[in-house]
């Protein structure tokens, strides 16, 4: 089932879960809780948020959301008379509610409109990463590594891609360590907003273990991205007992 994350300061819960009927609600106690269900927690498609002063921390934190959840949903509920200007200051994609009789059927409409197709299973961060890949296991060419996940990662890359489809070998440099794994290239993408042009591999040799492990250094990361929007989350370091899980190695 999907999620959606609701946070209120003085808003009942009750005005708005008649709206939410074919979702599972996960509620959120404070911002911090909100970060970190939103990480922590798969298949959330939205958050609703009431929140009587919309203050600089807290479009910032938005911001933040956004940025690293760019396809989440988000609904803030709040004063009508200040329901312009609320509105204006928000991210773009964000939906300002006004308080009142027709909260569910505003809520309600936001969610009708909420694609729910296009979601990954695991959360994906960009470090300022190194990677080599191989296609022969003896020549290896270097690339920066952005958009890395437990399930592949996105290789820059100007010149010509590897043909799709073919099968390469995959290593990843952390601060004492590096994953190491087999991988398909996937489709080769143009510059955006979000990516440099590269192209996309798939991991199809790591482990469940390596792959809860993967998924924990990014949850972590991304948690601190979001409650400290300023600061710039260290490349990992793994201990001792990580080092013990297949696929990775220490330098």
């Known amino acids: 089932m999907k999620r959606v994350v609701i946070y ?7 005005a708005i879960i008649p709206a939410l009927a074919d979702y599972e609600i996960l509620r ?4 911090r809780e909100v970060a970190r269900t939103i990480v922590e927690r798969s298949g959330v498609i939205a958050l609703i948020i009431e ?3 919309i203050d600089e921390p807290f479009l910032r934190l938005l911001s933040s959301i956004k940025k690293s959840f760019p396809i989440l949903r988000i609904c803030l509920i709040g004063d009508p008379a200040a329901g312009k200007e609320s509105a204006g200051s928000l991210p773009p994609d964000c939906r300002f509610v006004p308080a009142g009789d027709r909260i569910q ?4 409409a936001f969610i009708s409109e909420i694609d729910v197709t296009d979601r990954r299973d695991h959360p994906r961060f960009d470090w300022p990463l190194q990677g080599s890949l191989s296609l022969d296991d003896r020549h290896w060419q270097t690339f920066n590594i952005w958009a890395l996940s437990a399930e592949g990662a996105f290789l820059e890359n100007r010149g010509s891609a590897p043909q799709q489809g073919s099968i390469g070998m995959l290593r990843i440099s952390f601060q004492n360590c590096r994953l190491v794994t087999r991988c398909e290239i996937m489709d080769r993408r143009p510059p ?7 192209f996309a591999v798939r991991f199809t040799m790591v482990s469940e273990d390596s792959m809860r ?6 949850q972590d990361a991304l948690i601190q991205t979001l409650l400290e929007p300023d600061s710039e989350p260290e490349i990992p370091t793994l201990d001792d007992q990580d080092l013990s899980i297949p696929g990775f190695e220490s330098f």
């Not at 209120?8 to 009750?14: A, I, K």
């Not at 959120?28 to 911002?31: K, L």
């Not at 955006?192 to 590269?198: F, M, Y």
């Open 213 to 218: 492990r993967i998924d924990r250094i990014i």
């Open 192 to 198: 955006s907003t979000r990516l440099p042009a590269g």
């Open 8 to 14: 209120t300061e003085t808003l009942e819960t009750g």
């Open 28 to 31: 959120a106690a404070s911002t």
């Open 51 to 53: 929140k009587k002063q």
């Open 105 to 108: 059927e505003e809520v309600k």
